[in-house]
């Protein structure tokens, strides 16, 4: 047996029976070098990291384009840290998964030091904010999920978190944002020196809206004179601070337990997946798919490694946005939304296995095909068409891919301005288009409303995936029961949901979107088996 701990030098015959490529360098000078030097810290230390930004780093390791390895923050979940990372020297093995039923599987050593960031951890809050005063740092990457960003609550008010954080020394931030606008604020004060700030999240205009947030915090501390103006003013001067946009797609769900046997018998020692107190599953392995992109603005005040030699694409904030658009408005997350609500709903456990129901390829076909890419603008560097023909011909039904509807449809509520809105916009923007024309996305938008009653098509109970406003929608359907008709019942629970513009970005009543909705929820709700039907005949 082999284990990711096991000296990769010595050992490599080892690495090599069991299949698994090693690193070209020592991560022993690697740490070392970071720890004088720190050029990369990303935030947030799951899966999607693991298999995707790690390797990065790791590529540039092997070619000697890199000397410094990434610093991990993770502020969610601690466990994450001292179960996971440092338990294996803050290793793990990426494990590719093909369409042809084999495997590329990794040893990934590029993550130089790994913290666990809240301020209840005194020295991991000690240790990031000397990483973020050293001038050396040259960004930060984040995949903290949209949840992460969040400053306001469903109504667009300030949480009462967000609003303690900005009136209270910047040393007791609590918030993610307000936790990162500290190091800002440290390195700031240690010489003003130049950083950018990359969100890698999967929503649109990531970068604007890590910018927005963090001079949220930040404005609302000059206002309680607890900081200058001239910290702002900081963060504002591009020659300084930037937060460039970006786009990210690699599909990446939790560690398997299919994917473990197999390393198992293959010879490998660490396959046991933890599932943490805070519902976070990750494994010393991680498994992903081979297609992957990664589209980031080229805006780096104090210079970057050669990442286009990792496959970045590095390009302009328009072409960035483009591509962004055409990704997660149009031409993947919606669809991927679309099957984990109807997949939840028809009592599916597998993304691939949904890809074998003919009405399920249809409804994302037409959401696809006839409803986003006629409002989707070609980035050039990415192809729209040939890019939903590879996700639901290649990608979607990869029975290697262990991705589950479940993990798809969690925090639905924080996806739905991005992933249906974006288009709706499109659709109110352009003269030439009616809005009211539209068939799948107001029924899929009923098919969540349906999803929220937790009732499945047969009938039957099944627990939602977590959300953050869900206990709160629920409660404005409480009234409403499988086989409920009544026009005027659904109307009055579904009303305050529909005009919520902080879920989809408009009031579907005032744009006219909303009857459909509500007609396509009574007809969803009709009894069981009425999911199928409708699907069937749409």
Not at 94 to 113: C, F, G, H, P, R
Not at 341 to 364: H, P, Q, R
Not at 365 to 374: I, M, S, V
Not at 505 to 513: E, K, Q, R, S, V
Request: proline share 5%; aromatic share 8%; glycine share 6%.
């Amino acid at each position: 047996m082999v284990s990711i701990k096991d000296d990769y030098v010595s050992n490599a015959k080892a690495f090599a029976a069991a299949d698994i490529t090693v690193p070209q360098y020592s991560q022993a000078a690697m740490t070392k070098t970071t720890a004088a030097d720190p050029i990369w810290v990303h935030f947030g230390g799951g899966n999607l990291f693991r298999c995707f930004h790690a390797k990065i780093a790791q590529d540039l390791l092997d070619k000697g384009e890199l000397t410094s390895g990434v610093v991990v923050a993770e502020t969610y979940d601690e466990q994450v840290i001292d179960d996971m990372y440092h338990p294996y020297q803050n290793r793990m093995l990426q494990v590719v998964m093909k369409e042809d039923n084999t495997y590329d599987q990794t040893l990934i050593a590029s993550v130089a030091d790994s913290i666990y960031y809240n301020k209840a951890n005194q020295s991991g809050w000690d240790k990031l904010k000397a990483i973020f005063e050293n001038p050396s740092l040259q960004f930060v990457t984040m995949s903290i999920t949209e949840k992460g960003y969040a400053l306001r609550d469903l109504d667009g008010n300030l949480t009462a978190q967000a609003k303690t954080d900005i009136e209270s020394d910047p040393e007791q931030a609590a918030t993610n944002m307000g936790a990162i606008a500290r190091l800002l604020l440290a390195r700031y004060n240690a010489g003003a020196f130049p950083i950018a700030m990359v969100s890698t999240d999967n929503f649109s205009e990531n970068g604007k809206r890590f910018e927005t947030e963090i001079l949220t915090i930040a404005k609302g501390w000059t206002k309680h004179n607890l900081v200058p103006e001239s910290f702002v003013d900081y963060l504002q001067d591009t020659q300084k601070v930037t937060f460039p946009w970006s786009m990210i797609d690699r599909i990446t769900p939790n560690p398997s337990e299919t994917v473990a046997k197999i390393l198992a018998d293959k010879g490998l020692a660490d396959t046991t997946i933890l599932h943490t107190r805070k519902h976070t599953n990750i494994a010393p392995f991680g498994n992903t798919e081979a297609t992957h992109y990664l589209v980031i603005e080229d805006a780096f005040p104090n210079g970057r490694p050669r990442l286009e030699d990792a496959g970045v694409i590095l390009t302009d904030r328009e072409t960035v946005n483009d591509a962004d658009q055409m990704k997660v408005t149009a031409c993947l997350n919606p669809l991927h939304t679309a099957l984990a609500i109807f997949g939840n709903l028809l009592g599916y456990t597998s993304i691939a296995e949904e890809m074998t129901n003919k009405d399920l390829v249809k409804l994302i076909r037409g959401l696809g095909f006839d409803e986003d890419l006629p409002v989707v603008k070609d980035p050039k560097i990415i192809n729209p068409t040939d890019f939903i023909n590879e996700l639901v011909n290649k990608r979607l039904p990869n029975k290697n891919i262990p991705d589950t509807p479940q993990r798809i449809a969690s925090d639905t509520s924080q996806k739905i301005p991005i992933r249906y809105g974006v288009t709706i916009q499109h659709y109110l923007d352009d003269p030439t288009k009616d809005v009211k024309n539209l068939k799948y996305i107001p029924f899929i938008l009923a098919g969540w409303c349906r999803y929220l009653l937790a009732v499945d098509d047969s009938g039957n109970a099944f627990t939602p995936s977590r959300d953050p406003q869900l206990d709160q929608l629920q409660k404005l359907l409480a009234d409403i029961q499988l086989g409920n008709q009544d026009d005027a019942q659904i109307h009055q629970a579904l009303q305050p949901i529909l005009s919520n513009k902080n879920i989809f970005a408009n009031d579907l009543y005032a744009i006219g979107l909303a009857p459909k909705v509500e007609a396509d929820f009574k007809t969803l709700n009709a009894g069981p088996g009425a999911i199928k039907q409708a699907l069937a005949a749409l």
